[in-house]
């Protein structure tokens, strides 16, 4: 006998994230009434490539109370419902509070007393549903009921980011890399805020790879424990390979990624780095320097790290850099590199094929 599919819910708040919130939190009259940017486009989209049951879970303080009388609510709620329905969005539920908060009463988010329904039944697929919103409240829902949550308002959460992540799915990875030489945990979030926590044993290479991080909006973890009593070959390369391996897993099938990706200057420095994710790895190197070592970091080392990246992640890299100060170039390269990765990996869900003639990256 076929297993029925679970259904996927989609629990979407409705004042501050369909539509603007005012300052006094009702939206009890048609001169407040003001819909979030990209949600019809965006919503839009959901309804129509993807199978979440949408429900909407709205806290409307005292609604039906003389500070909140039904006949000043009922219009607009029509005419929000009624604009949307024009766009194609349509709800299959509604879930409507109207408790104050000092009620202190279940049915109010984060509460999941109106949502029982949802939270008892096995037809629903409570771990990959979501709870979209604009507070906390809903963050704490989100978790009381079991999903996952992507609030409006986080860095880089906005309605374009909510229907990427739905359509096209998180692009994180993780790769451990353990060797008689080296022991290598990498994590990274390429749809990240920049966020780093970066250890190598190598104060001048952590500080480069955090510019990775930071520069190309990408949630960076490196954690390296290697035989640095030896040298830092080893660590400077197998942190290459890994970090690499960590960028082609979370890239996915690069479907409506850009795939290429920019030079910038740094003081007395001009450092160019393009790169192409087009599956096969290259580097052209054009960058000399002068000192054996900047900060704890043969300078060797640089086009040593550069090809393992390239050949891991099998990208073309094209590398140039001129300048004086040793120290500005080679940040200069790394700060480059952070930019065009973050111009490659864009991603666009509404021209959502491969970046390739050939059918195949």
């Known amino acids: 006998m076929e297993l029925m599919k679970q259904q996927r819910l989609l629990f979407i708040d409705r004042d501050g994230?369909?539509?603007?919130?005012?300052?006094?939190?009702?939206?009890?009259?048609?001169?407040?009434?003001?819909?979030?940017?990209?949600?019809?486009?965006?919503?839009?989209?959901?309804?129509?490539?993807?199978?979440?049951?949408?429900?909407?879970?709205?806290?409307?303080?005292?609604?039906?109370?003389?500070?909140?009388?039904?006949?000043?609510?009922?219009?607009?709620?029509?005419?929000?419902?009624?604009?949307?329905?024009?766009?194609?969005i349509t709800f299959d539920d509604f879930k409507i509070d109207r408790h104050f908060p000092e009620d202190?009463?279940?049915?109010?988010?984060?509460?999941?007393?109106?949502?029982?329904?949802?939270?008892?039944?096995?037809?629903?697929?409570?771990?990959?549903?979501?709870v979209i919103g604009d507070r906390e409240t809903d963050r704490q829902l989100a978790k009381n009921l079991g999903c996952k949550a992507l609030i409006l308002g986080d860095e880089g959460m906005d309605w374009d980011k909510i229907a990427e992540l739905l359509f096209a799915g998180e692009r994180k990875a993780t790769v451990r890399r353990t060797t008689r030489e080296t022991d290598i945990d990498v994590r990274l979030n390429l749809d990240g805020t920049g966020k780093c926590d970066i250890q190598?044993?190598?104060?001048?290479?952590?500080?480069?790879?955090?510019?990775?991080?930071?520069?190309?909006?990408?949630?960076?973890?490196?954690?390296?424990?290697?035989?640095?009593?030896v040298d830092e070959h080893?660590?400077?390369?197998?942190?290459?390979?890994?970090?690499?391996?960590?960028?082609?897993?979370?890239?996915?099938?690069?479907?409506?990624?850009?795939?290429?990706?920019?030079?910038?200057?740094?003081?007395?420095?001009?450092?160019?780095?393009?790169?192409?994710?087009?599956g096969r790895p290259w580097l052209v190197w054009d960058a000399e320097f002068h000192r054996e070592h900047v900060g704890d970091m043969p300078t060797e080392m640089f086009l040593h790290f550069f090809k393992?990246?390239?050949?891991?992640?099998?990208?073309?890299?094209?590398?140039?850099?001129?300048?004086?100060?040793?120290?500005?170039?080679?940040?200069?390269?790394?700060?480059?590199?952070?930019?065009?990765?973050?111009?490659a990996v864009r991603r666009d869900i509404y021209h959502y094929e491969l970046p390739s003639t050939k059918g195949t990256l």
């Open 17 to 88: 994230t369909l539509i603007e919130e005012p300052a006094d939190e009702q939206i009890d009259d048609f001169s407040k009434l003001k819909f979030v940017k990209g949600v019809f486009r965006n919503l839009s989209f959901i309804r129509q490539k993807l199978d979440f049951r949408f429900v909407m879970v709205s806290n409307q303080d005292g609604l039906g109370t003389s500070s909140f009388p039904e006949d000043t609510f009922w219009p607009v709620h029509n005419f929000i419902l009624q604009t949307l329905e024009g766009e194609g």
């Open 104 to 130: 202190n009463h279940p049915d109010r988010k984060p509460g999941t007393g109106m949502l029982k329904e949802y939270m008892d039944s096995d037809r629903y697929n409570l771990a990959n549903s979501y």
């Open 200 to 229: 190598t044993g190598l104060g001048f290479f952590d500080h480069m790879l955090e510019q990775i991080g930071k520069h190309g909006m990408i949630d960076l973890y490196i954690h390296t424990n290697g035989d640095l009593n």
């Open 234 to 278: 080893h660590t400077i390369e197998d942190t290459a390979l890994a970090l690499g391996e960590c960028l082609l897993k979370a890239l996915g099938d690069k479907r409506g990624i850009e795939r290429y990706g920019y030079c910038l200057p740094m003081d007395d420095c001009l450092c160019q780095v393009a790169l192409d994710f087009g």
């Open 308 to 343: 393992s990246l390239s050949d891991a992640a099998r990208m073309n890299l094209n590398i140039k850099a001129e300048g004086q100060n040793e120290h500005h170039k080679i940040e200069g390269i790394f700060k480059a590199l952070a930019r065009s990765l973050r111009m």
